[in-house]
RNA sequence: CGGAGUGUAGCGCAGUCUGGUAGCGCACCUGGUUUGGGACCAGGGGGUCGAAGGUUCGAGUCCUUUCACUCCGACCA
């Protein structure tokens, strides 16, 4: 293609709510276009070759891993979505409309519910199963707060597939093949990326793992651990039971007088207690389904802090938000002074599991200015769960090595399902002994249009985006220096149709602007690879150019050409 | 939703306090010069001043209402 022909808009300016070097960029190339901002966007000619790209990578190694593409509609009826009970569940991001006929329509944000449905209406035998189907198709989120272009926009595009089998094991086979086959896409799309335990979120299901692009833009942290191979999100992650170096305080049960004592850091001054003896008791508004909430006690160790999406999960709730001291108080509550025994009838209380057989324990005592000293936690019959949040220097469950924090994008998640759809949806089908049942599923997410930013993220300088192999919207950038300058322009012209009959894809910049303009735009755009005509071609010299490193190498005219053939 | 801010040419902004001809830079068009790191000269095109209502002889500017977007916090591929 010929630069002269091509829509790329590149601007010097950088549009003013661009913080983000993939936003920024992907503007300035002249990738995507802002559409009145608010998280939509256009792809121009540019974008949407990198995209094609993306998404060709994507569908290869699907392919070969035995996955079959389909479309589903994007506009979905809502019955599917009361079916699966998701309609009132799922919240505002999910984008609801009428059509004349007074129906309920959404925009997809997910397809299980399709995907479902499809496979319902068609697959009635085991001996049609498993059956892994996907597709790569706009999403529609109406995200609280759409930014960074194409990191967190509210129109999307991603690929999700859904598998179906005849057992747990068999999905647990597909669940592994996925996990590889997602290696191997980040793998050949160039990036450096990390495979994490997962919270399983709003999707449902057990077993989760999520594919993160590390980039200190990423907006989830992911905790690793130094020696071995363990990652997990901050949601999920666990680690070895904390330990106390001080030994415990020594008393037994009593109420003690703590005026005006609420912090755990007064509270471990005024006791000389480490934290660790301390019960931290965070309260917390449980939201439910049909407007429905109560108000939940968390309990941990003072040295802890409560993760709320574990937090959510152990108390199987849609959210959790913070109580005020007023509700508090009317629930017969005292902040500063809440304890998890002592309680006013018809609060819940979940204890961390590293309270258990936890003895010498400092308590609130759910009165005004009194804590209770000598608590033992010893066999109590309560409900344990994990609630802490692990933090940096905290050691490996697997090895005991030291935890750290790191930042990733998540670019792809996998989830065993289970039949958290199948079942509610009668996605059923007959089994050797000709009995009904429901099909054992997974699914599988990536961010196809979110991967274009998180390559950048990874990949880039100063001066624009450095593109990957797989990833480049051209694999070569001919440079004409000047084209008055007839032997250049005849050169670069001879070049260019070379280069094509050789199956390079190739970009001819022909633009009548001086040098340094179309450098600038090469650096910009961020092609793997250039040849520069120009100068030295007195000579008979031209340059060979790698965008990584900005790289410049004379090289013979007749040259070029097996240079380029080597190392493009 | 809570807090902060912005809407004026395709993009980035000034003008608003103190009402009186709609401005600047980039981009774009024409002609000429220039050609190894975002050139220069001359000429030119482009505006419902976010929207509605009001005050006034006169509103981008003052008043009221409203909409949209951006930034900082809770969601997700």
């Not at 905290?394 to 090595?401: H, N």
């Amino acid at each position: 293609m010929r630069f002269t022909q091509l829509l790329i808009p590149t601007t010097k300016e950088t549009p003013n709510d661009a913080t983000l070097a993939s936003h920024i960029y992907l503007i300035r190339g002249g990738f995507i276009q802002s559409v009145g901002g608010s998280g939509l966007y256009n792809f121009l000619p540019l974008g949407k070759k990198v995209l094609d790209k993306v998404q060709k990578v994507v569908k290869e190694e699907l392919d070969r891993a035995g996955c079959q593409e389909v479309s589903l509609s994007f506009v979905t009826p809502a019955s599917l979505w009361q079916e699966s009970g998701r309609f009132e569940k799922y919240g505002k991001e999910l984008l609801r409309f009428k059509d004349r006929k007074e129906n309920d329509f959404i925009l997809g944000p997910t397809h299980e519910e399709m995907m479902v449905n499809l496979v319902r209406q068609t697959v009635k035998s085991y001996k049609q199963l498993p059956l892994n189907l996907y597709q790569i198709n706009l999403k529609f989120r109406d995200e609280i707060r759409p930014r960074f272009g194409l990191m967190r926009g509210r129109e999307f595009l991603m690929k999700d597939g859904y598998s179906f089998h005849i057992s747990e094991e068999d999905m647990k086979r597909e669940f592994d093949l996925m996990e590889e086959t997602y290696k191997k896409i980040f793998t050949r799309l160039g990036l450096e990326f990390r495979v994490v335990e997962a919270d399983s979120g709003a999707i449902g299901g057990s077993g989760s793992k999520e594919f993160m692009v590390l980039a200190d833009s990423g907006e989830d942290t992911i905790v690793v651990c130094d020696k071995c191979e363990y990652g997990a999100n901050i949601e999920a992650a666990v680690r070895q039971p904390g330990q106390c170096e001080v030994a415990a305080p020594e008393a037994t049960f009593a109420k003690f007088h703590t005026p005006g004592i609420k912090t755990i850091e007064a509270l471990s001054a005024f006791f000389r207690v480490d934290p660790y003896y301390l019960v931290k008791t965070v309260a917390k508004r449980a939201l439910y389904d049909e407007g429905k909430s109560r108000i939940v006690l968390f309990a941990l160790r003072g040295s802890d802090e409560l993760q709320e999406v574990k937090a959510c999960n152990a108390v199987d709730a849609n959210d959790l938000v913070d109580v005020s001291e007023e509700e508090l108080a009317e629930a017969g509550l005292v902040a500063g002074f809440m304890g998890p025994t002592t309680l006013p009838e018809g609060i819940t209380v979940i204890y961390d599991n590293e309270l258990k057989n936890a003895s010498s324990m400092i308590c609130g005592a759910n009165e005004k200015d009194y804590h209770l000293v000598g608590n033992s936690f010893v066999g109590i019959e309560a409900h344990f769960d994990d609630l802490v949040a692990v933090q940096e220097g905290d050691r490996c469950r697997c090895c005991g090595g030291a935890l750290r924090y790191t930042k990733g994008i998540e670019a792809g998640h996998i989830f065993q399902l289970g039949t958290r759809y199948s079942e509610p949806l009668g996605c059923d089908f007959l089994d050797e002994n000709g009995k009904s049942v429901p099909m054992v599923m997974g699914t599988y997410g990536i961010g196809v249009s979110r991967l274009l930013a998180a390559i950048i993220e990874q990949n880039h300088d100063e001066n624009g985006c450095i593109w990957t192999k797989e990833s480049a919207p051209f694999d070569l950038y001919i440079l004409v220096s000047n084209i008055k300058d007839e032997e250049q322009l005849a050169l670069g012209e001879k070049l260019y149709a070379v280069m094509k009959s050789r199956g390079i894809d190739v970009i001819l910049d022909d633009r009548k602007d001086r040098f340094g303009a179309k450098m600038k735009d090469y650096e910009l755009l961020g092609i793997p690879h250039a040849v520069v005509i120009g100068k030295n071609l007195a000579e008979g010299k031209v340059e060979f150019v790698t965008r990584r490193g900005m790289l410049k190498e004379p090289v013979a005219v007749d040259e070029i050409l097996s240079v380029v053939e080597e190392r493009v």
